[in-house]
């Protein structure tokens, strides 16, 4: 079944839980949406897994358009999310629609994330006014790591707890028909949650959340540069590609692959009259 704004919607109050994975192309995009996990995120997270960078704040509009029209075209059923990058939405209201549209337009995504609370807010109703799905996305917003002083968990005071609680309030009055909770203690997730009506997805923000989502690359042990608390690793498939790329190097330098099964075959009549 297509996943959709409205079916996310449904699994909320159905106690369903959101399944979400990043993905940044087409081969596994499409893997994951066999398997049916129900969103995939084109993250700006593709500026360290993908392209190397030190943080997501090198990502361009171009970069989160090329991944997320890959990924679209891997997908039939799982609902398209693309990531705004740096930039793309906090400098104007007009910028905002612009670039979501663009993603949209470009990348042929479903819907569009962005972070930050209130003071995003005016662009999330915009880009929901132009007919545009948005994720909202708050706790610590990676984007604004240098503002934070590092990646800190978020809203462990009275104060920022109820500062979390009314930025969540506040992005779903604006539109947005989901939010993602990322690095908030789990019990004030739960709260999250059971305030507003839209789904939560978490990320280093306990089970209490409507959803969760991790980085592939994290959850499959592809990417080693660091292991945030919060990731579980399902398969160390980073260990079982060092040992099939080890082996074909093995049998490369031994002249054993390709093996005869693995070789096309002429005549030998032919060859017989190249001489």
Do not use: W
Request: proline share 3%; glycine share 10%; hydrophobic share 45%.
């Amino acid at each position: 079944m297509k996943n959709t704004v409205a079916t996310l919607k449904q699994q909320k109050l159905d106690g369903d839980k959101i399944t979400m994975l990043t993905a940044y192309d087409y081969s596994t995009a499409k893997l994951m949406d066999e398997v049916g996990v129900n969103t995939i995120l084109v993250g700006d997270s593709l500026g360290m897994t993908m392209l190397g960078y030190e943080d997501t704040l090198s990502v361009t509009m171009e970069d989160m358009i090329h991944h997320t029209a890959a990924v679209a075209r891997g997908t039939k059923n799982a609902l398209v999310v693309g990531d705004m990058p740096f930039m793309s939405y906090q400098t104007s209201v007009y910028d905002a629609v612009v670039n979501a549209g663009r993603l949209m337009k470009e990348g042929r995504c479903q819907a569009v994330k962005l972070e930050g609370g209130a003071a995003v807010c005016p662009q999330i109703k915009a880009i929901v006014e132009a007919s545009i799905p948005v994720v909202a996305h708050i706790g610590l917003t990676p984007q604004s790591v240098n503002a934070f002083g590092g990646f800190k968990v978020q809203g462990k005071s009275e104060e920022a707890a109820k500062k979390l609680i009314e930025e969540a309030k506040a992005v779903e009055e604006a539109g947005a028909f989901a939010v993602v909770l990322e690095c908030v203690p789990g019990k004030l997730a739960k709260i999250i949650s059971e305030t507003i009506s839209i789904p939560t997805i978490g990320i280093g923000a306990g089970n209490g959340c409507d959803g969760q989502v991790l980085v592939y690359q994290d959850m499959l042990a592809i990417f080693s540069d660091f292991k945030p608390k919060f990731v579980k690793r399902f398969a160390d498939v980073g260990a079982a590609m060092r040992e099939g790329i080890a082996g074909y190097i093995e049998e490369v330098k031994a002249g054993t692959f390709p093996a005869e099964e693995h070789t096309f075959k002429i005549s030998d009549d032919v060859i017989n009259k190249l001489y």
